[in-house]
């Protein structure tokens, strides 16, 4: 019986922890591969790649747009991006991006100030739904910051008057 029992408790944190994260966010799957999300050839990202002012390759979302969740497509983010580790010299069937980032960008100050408490609220309630409440919390008078961490990611949304922009950003640990 003691040996039995033992085998159960090998095996429970085996089981747990060999578990992959599916790091799918509001329809778009993470674990996806460069050609799959962006529908770019090789070309496109080794160019990219060669740019020394980026650590990253960056391709929009308008290839996999129509699988992208509607509820999170009508809180108003219209850059959405995928970013990719730069300088991979293997096959691009098996990249996937390091992070997703949206963006909401405001024209002025005054866009901003009637527009942006607005959509914070919608974008919070939406990833509360989702992920529960952000670990971080911190709001002052010209920008707010909130955070959710997962074993296997990490969400940031920021709100900033002085880039005129709130931006969600996804991040594979």
């Given at each position: 019986?003691?040996?039995?029992?033992?085998?159960?408790?090998?095996?429970?944190?085996?089981?747990?922890?060999?578990?992959?994260?599916?790091?799918?966010?509001?329809?778009?799957?993470?674990?996806?591969?460069?050609?799959?999300?962006?529908?770019?050839?090789?070309?496109?990202?080794?160019?990219?790649?060669?740019?020394?002012?980026?650590?990253?390759?960056?391709?929009?979302?308008?290839?996999?747009?129509?699988?992208?969740?509607?509820?999170?497509?009508?809180?108003?983010?219209?850059?959405?991006?995928?970013?990719?580790?730069?300088g991979y010299e293997?096959?691009?069937?098996?990249?996937?991006?390091?992070?997703?980032?949206?963006?909401?960008?405001?024209?002025?100050i005054n866009?901003?100030?009637?527009?942006?408490?607005?959509?914070?609220?919608?974008?919070?309630?939406?990833?509360?739904?989702?992920?529960?409440?952000?670990?971080?919390?911190?709001?002052?008078?010209?920008?707010?910051?909130?955070?959710?961490?997962?074993?296997?990611?990490?969400?940031?949304?920021?709100?900033?008057?002085?880039?005129?922009?709130?931006?969600?950003?996804?991040?594979?640990?």
């Amino acid at each position: 019986m003691k040996k039995y029992i033992l085998i159960i408790f090998f095996f429970i944190p085996l089981l747990c922890f060999s578990q992959a994260n599916s790091h799918k966010i509001f329809g778009i799957d993470l674990n996806s591969d460069w050609y799959s999300l962006t529908n770019k050839q090789k070309f496109a990202y080794w160019k990219q790649s060669q740019d020394k002012n980026s650590n990253f390759v960056v391709s929009d979302c308008d290839y996999i747009h129509n699988k992208i969740d509607a509820k999170f497509l009508s809180l108003g983010f219209k850059e959405l991006l995928l970013i990719f580790p730069k300088g991979y010299e293997g096959d691009l069937n098996s990249l996937s991006p390091v992070m997703f980032l949206a963006r909401i960008s405001y024209d002025n100050i005054n866009d901003y100030a009637s527009k942006s408490i607005n959509d914070m609220t919608k974008t919070l309630s939406f990833l509360k739904d989702e992920y529960g409440e952000a670990k971080l919390n911190m709001i002052r008078d010209k920008f707010s910051v909130y955070k959710w961490e997962g074993v296997y990611y990490e969400i940031i949304l920021t709100c900033r008057e002085d880039e005129l922009t709130t931006t969600l950003m996804y991040t594979k640990k």
